[in-house]
């Protein structure tokens, strides 16, 4: 079922400006605050660190004055369900995510009518039965080695969702796998460098986060967010908070 989000709960995004270029919500002129529906609907494995994603996610809306709510209800894939709604965050789902075809080409519809998909870690671990699921998340899941340290280099530093970080970023998470190279098809902003983690089976182009412009719509992707430090992590809410704007077209 459907639950209303506490968008003014919780402390501030620490290290997130919640001012630039939000305006106030309701002020003459300024921007309409971003309506933002966050899925999390699991039928395989269940990361503990989706409330932690709910929690941040919450914190980030109320600091930019975005509405935002929270479903596990394939129901809601309708037009009319998706109306009105900018963004759609799929946090750590996976599995299958949707009873029926309808469903399906209900959220197709709603891409190609302009809207904007953020997919969060396990969000590639679902749906591996239709293709253009694969083209929207980028590529799907294979495996990964267990969680530990890794260094992960910043290709591109002049998007939005990643131009608050350095060249090299060094945080501990569990790096996925994929089964195929999505760079063909995507614009990649994050890489990972494999001789700083254990564990990869191999190769060297190992891309981490992308983004690409679909049928229409906004998609931005990042393996990152296993764990729930990840969700405390200043760098990493920036980023989410970026992508978010960005899908939502703020940015």
Known sequence: ADSGLDAGAGLSDAGFDAGADAGTPGDAGGPTPLSVLVFTKTDGFRHPSIEDGLTALTEIA????????????AERFT????????????????GTLFDNDAQRAALESWVRGGGGWVGIHAAADAEYDWPWYRELVGAWFQSHPSVQEATLLVEDREHPTTSHLDSTWVRTDEWYDFRSNPRPNVAVLITIDESTYDGRP?????????????????????????????????EFRQMIAAAIRWAGREL
């Not at 109320?62 to 209800?73: H, K, M, P, Q, V």
């Not at 900018?86 to 996976?94: A, E, G, K, N, Q």
Request: net charge negative; glycine share 14%; aromatic share 10%.
């Open 79 to 94: 037009a009319d369900g998706l109306a009105g709604t900018d963004v759609l965050v799929f946090l750590s789902t996976t």
């Open 202 to 234: 191999g190769g060297v182009d190992h891309p981490m986060a992308w983004v690409r412009e679909i049928d229409g719509g906004r998609s931005f992707y990042t393996a990152l967010g296993h764990t729930r430090a990840s969700y405390g992590e200043a």
């Open 62 to 73: 109320a600091d930019r004055g975005w509405s935002i709510e929270n479903t596990e209800d």
